[in-house]
């Protein structure tokens, strides 16, 4: 991925040189600090499981998706999950319609390993029949532009997406308890999937001096670095994953003081996340008793 980021454009060297002097002394080219973020907005859609993340000039869609499968035969009483990512030309001009590359793929994985080892998803429950049946999450990542850092962005448009998914509730009956109903939303509420923790993906670029250090970079400080590290940690300061990129060698204790930071905003990021979810489910809550006032009204009188 760093080698693509830093063949994504062609930038002259004073360019480079005012970004690297800049950082010596602390300073970024959009004004921020060294362990600062960009401004971050989280938006849904109207139908579940779709988010809109938008991390300064960087903007990603996630959509989540179900549907019921035979199970892995090393593990018949779980459900699955599996991320796709698009890379858009319109995102970045580097960019390759059609077959996903070597970028995609591997922001995939990275975003995957978070989820999975963590197991932040609990996919027992997402069985219906064991060893026949169970639910496959799938999570569509779309890059609408690329301003730097994908990673964090599509983590969180991932997570958000996932917290309003719902998915269709569904009962086993018949006379050998085999015979499998689908509940439409009309008839029975779909159900949430059961998400244990959030794993939060943090990103770090490592410059010339391993002793520079920037989180959430540009991509015009992508264009420069010299590698780039990502932690995905929880509010628990679990650390569920770590990915190291790039040839710079990186010390110990510029690494457990990346751990400390990435501990903090994942934090910051968990709330924000929470925050947008809530609001979510409060305006489609007001929007469905404004479908059905009469309804509301009986059980108010009652």
Same mark, same amino acid.
Not at 25 to 54: A, H, M, N
Not at 60 to 85: C, H
Not at 185 to 206: D, G, K, N, Q, S
């Given at each position: 991925?760093?080698?693509?980021?830093?063949?994504?454009?062609?930038?002259?060297?004073?360019?480079?040189?005012?970004?690297?002097?800049?950082?010596?002394? /602390?300073?970024?080219?959009? @004004? +921020?600090?060294?362990?600062?973020?960009?401004?971050?907005?989280? =938006?849904?859609?109207? %139908?579940?499981?779709?988010?809109?993340?938008?991390?300064?000039?960087?903007?990603?869609?996630?959509?989540?998706?179900?549907?019921?499968?035979?199970?892995?035969?090393?593990?018949?009483?779980?459900?699955?999950?599996?991320?796709?990512?698009?890379?858009?030309?319109?995102?970045?001009?580097?960019?390759?319609?059609?077959?996903?590359?070597?970028?995609?793929?591997?922001?995939?994985?990275?975003?995957?390993?978070?989820?999975?080892?963590?197991?932040?998803?609990?996919? %027992?429950?997402?069985?219906?029949?064991?060893?026949?049946?169970?639910?496959?999450?799938?999570?569509?990542?779309?890059?609408?532009?690329? @301003?730097?850092?994908?990673? /964090?962005?599509?983590?969180?448009?991932?997570?958000?997406?996932? #917290?309003?998914?719902?998915?269709?509730?569904?009962?086993?009956?018949?006379?050998? @308890?085999? %015979?499998?109903?689908?509940?439409?939303?009309?008839?029975?509420?779909?159900?949430?999937?059961?998400?244990?923790?959030?794993?939060?993906?943090?990103?770090?670029?490592?410059?010339?001096?391993?002793?520079?250090?920037? *989180?959430?970079?540009? #991509?015009?400080?992508?264009?420069?670095? =010299?590698? +780039?590290?990502?932690?995905?940690?929880?509010?628990? @300061?679990?650390?569920?994953?770590?990915?190291?990129?790039?040839?710079?060698?990186?010390?110990?204790?510029?690494?457990?003081?990346?751990?400390?930071?990435?501990?903090?905003?994942?934090? /910051? *990021?968990?709330? =924000? *996340?929470?925050?947008?979810?809530?609001?979510?489910?409060?305006?489609?809550?007001? +929007?469905?008793?404004?479908?059905?006032?009469?309804?509301?009204?009986?059980?108010? %009188?009652?």
């Amino acid at each position: 991925m760093e080698q693509r980021l830093a063949n994504s454009w062609n930038m002259t060297v004073n360019e480079k040189n005012f970004i690297e002097t800049a950082l010596l002394s /602390d300073l970024r080219v959009d @004004g +921020r600090r060294p362990f600062d973020y960009r401004r971050l907005t989280i =938006k849904f859609g109207r %139908e579940d499981g779709s988010s809109e993340v938008q991390l300064g000039q960087t903007h990603v869609m996630g959509f989540v998706t179900a549907q019921l499968v035979q199970p892995f035969k090393d593990r018949p009483n779980e459900g699955s999950l599996a991320i796709y990512t698009e890379f858009s030309p319109m995102a970045d001009s580097s960019f390759e319609a059609g077959r996903p590359g070597e970028s995609a793929v591997e922001l995939g994985r990275i975003i995957d390993r978070g989820l999975r080892e963590s197991r932040a998803i609990d996919t %027992e429950s997402l069985c219906v029949l064991a060893g026949k049946l169970v639910w496959s999450i799938r999570i569509d990542l779309h890059i609408l532009d690329n @301003g730097g850092n994908l990673v /964090d962005a599509a983590n969180i448009a991932a997570l958000a997406a996932l #917290l309003t998914f719902r998915r269709p509730d569904c009962t086993l009956g018949g006379e050998d @308890g085999q %015979e499998l109903t689908v509940h439409p939303p009309e008839v029975r509420e779909p159900l949430p999937l059961i998400v244990h923790h959030l794993p939060i993906a943090v990103t770090f670029a490592f410059f010339t001096s391993d002793s520079v250090v920037v *989180i959430d970079p540009t #991509l015009s400080e992508e264009a420069i670095m =010299k590698g +780039r590290m990502t932690v995905t940690i929880n509010t628990n @300061g679990d650390i569920c994953a770590i990915q190291k990129g790039g040839g710079v060698g990186v010390m110990h204790n510029v690494v457990m003081q990346c751990l400390r930071v990435a501990s903090v905003k994942s934090a /910051d *990021i968990t709330t =924000k *996340i929470k925050e947008a979810v809530e609001s979510y489910n409060t305006e489609k809550a007001y +929007r469905k008793v404004k479908r059905h006032p009469s309804a509301a009204g009986d059980q108010i %009188e009652r």
